[in-house]
T-cell receptor
């Protein structure tokens, strides 16, 4: 399978900004998703990028550079409820076959 | 509520048993998936069905057999359960049609523990 790399854990304080990077092999790339997963719960959709550039959705933004095989998820004005695992998932080829990274555990401290 | 639902939420069973997990979606999607999330939190696709037809079949032991009676349901039957099958199994659905990508929506998960 394709390697999808993201940091294991990041810690930040309430109100701060955190950027989670994700790198992937570019061959066969067909879209990139970010999901949030709280402990013991299902992954929930945050953002989707297929073209280069920045997608902004409230406090969350996601950036993609297809030529570099790179994406980041930016979380602004961190809140305690943002403590969760953030999963980078890349679609390679057709039929929704998503390859997930191992997830980045974000810990928000008071 | 419109959603992806799975039953049961928890499943504890002995090695060697056969068990099934059911999944239903009322989002009107054509494509459904089964994922396995192991103790290291890696989420890996197992199967995908589009309109009741098998589209993706990853290298999963043939003890695992998905069944899609209609496009709103995708069940997972597991024979001769092994300790290594212990994981959380997530069902998901999307409007993916092979060319256009759509968001996958996940069910709440089934935590399977094999003793």
């Amino acid at each position: 399978g394709q390697n999808i790399d993201q940091p294991t854990e990041m810690t930040a304080t309430e109100g701060a900004i955190v950027q989670i990077n994700c790198t992937y092999q570019t061959s066969g790339f067909n879209g990139l998703f970010w999901y949030q997963q709280h402990a013991g719960e299902a992954p929930t959709f945050l953002s989707y990028n297929v073209l280069d550039g920045l997608e902004e959705k409230g406090r969350f933004s996601s950036f993609l550079s297809r030529s570099k095989g790179y994406s980041y998820l930016l979380l602004k004005e961190l809140q305690m409820k943002d403590s969760a695992s953030y999963l980078c998932a890349v679609r390679f080829g057709g039929w929704g076959k998503l390859q997930f990274g191992a997830g980045t555990q974000v810990v928000v401290t008071p | 509520d419109t959603a992806v639902s799975q039953t049961p939420k928890y499943l504890v069973t002995q090695m060697g048993n056969d068990k099934s997990i059911k999944c239903e979606q009322n989002l009107g999607h054509d494509t459904m998936y089964w994922y396995k999330q192991d103790s290291k939190k890696f989420l890996k696709i197992m199967f995908s069905y589009n309109n009741k037809e098998l589209i993706i079949n990853e290298t999963v032991p043939n003890r695992f057999s998905p069944k899609s009676p209609d496009k709103a349901h995708l069940n997972l039957h597991i024979n001769s359960l092994e300790l290594g099958d212990s994981a959380v199994y997530f069902c998901a659905s999307s409007q993916d049609n092979g060319e256009n990508t759509d968001t996958q929506y996940f069910g709440p998960g089934t935590r399977l523990t094999v003793l």
